[in-house]
């Protein structure tokens, strides 16, 4: 099962002293999809990515569509965000990467949203000077889903600015996305990745252009069209909790 290739993060992998070169990334990646008999991707795009760019894979190749976050699901089924009004609720691991930074500077100041940082290994030097960003450090990732599921109504799936430019975003099935999702919340993600085309496709959530776009994407959803996001949301978060997407994949791959 592939957790990254780095081979395929040229752009935002080739930075920093403690970067293996991008062509010694090819060799390894090479060598160990060139040794399996069956590899797990994130996504289909991956999948044509993977035979594309490593024509000496002769693996049997699977697309995984969306990562599991096991979990019990904290749902509140009838739970609708204050007409007009939005918590947004980012979640990641912000080691070695400026997203934290550039959220902080970058998510737009409107008196209709709020929003709650649950980050992992950020520097507890960073000042936030915002009193409509909440910040968490180091949360329990088992505990996460229902945290956010009472706290949030929308959660947040984005990068920083070196790996958005990097197209690697078209292939990757993020796992903030699936930790959302188990919550039952609907997704905001960028136009053009893979997270935001999968989230508009079925239902659960929406493409967005820039940051600064959400207010506006969200002010255009109808109270209908949030009840019935909220319920696919639901049925997947259903799904993702209890291991369905991996269990079809492992079936897929026999």
């Known amino acids: 099962v592939l957790h990254d290739l780095k081979a395929l993060q040229a752009q935002a992998f080739s930075k920093g002293p403690s970067s293996l070169p991008v062509a010694e990334w090819w060799r390894r990646e090479a060598a ?3 040794a399996a008999t069956t590899v797990i991707v994130h996504s289909e795009p991956m999948a044509k990515a993977v035979r594309c760019r490593f024509p000496g894979v002769t693996a049997k190749i699977v697309a995984l569509g969306l990562f599991d976050y096991l979990c019990t699901p904290d ?4 739970q609708l965000c204050e007409e007009g009004r939005a918590r947004i609720a980012y979640c990641g691991n912000v080691a070695g990467s400026s997203i934290f930074e550039e959220l902080l500077t970058a998510l737009p100041r409107t008196h209709a949203h709020s929003y709650t940082m649950y980050v992992a290994n950020a520097a507890r030097a960073v000042q ?10 180091d949360c329990d990732a088992d505990v996460l889903p ?3 599921a009472r706290q949030a109504d929308f959660g947040l799936c984005w990068w920083a600015q070196d ?10 099935s993020p796992h903030k996305a699936s930790c959302y999702l188990a919550a039952g919340l609907p997704i ?5 990745s893979y997270i935001g085309e999968f989230a508009e496709s079925v239902g659960v959530g929406l493409a967005v252009s820039s940051l ?21 949301c639901r049925l997947l978060a259903h799904k993702v909790s209890a291991g369905e997407y ?5 079936t897929a791959a026999e």
């Open 75 to 78: 749902l509140k089924a009838e």
């Open 146 to 148: 229902s945290q956010i």
């Open 188 to 192: 905001l993600a960028p136009e053009n």
């Open 163 to 172: 790996v958005a430019s990097s197209g690697y975003l078209s292939l990757i």
């Open 212 to 232: 600064s776009s959400i207010p506006d994407a969200l002010g255009a959803l109808s109270r209908p069209q949030l009840q019935a996001m909220k319920a696919r």
């Open 246 to 250: 991996t269990a079809a994949a492992l």
């Open 32 to 34: 160990l999809l060139c």
């Open 128 to 137: 936030n000077t915002r009193d409509d960003i909440a910040v968490h450090l």
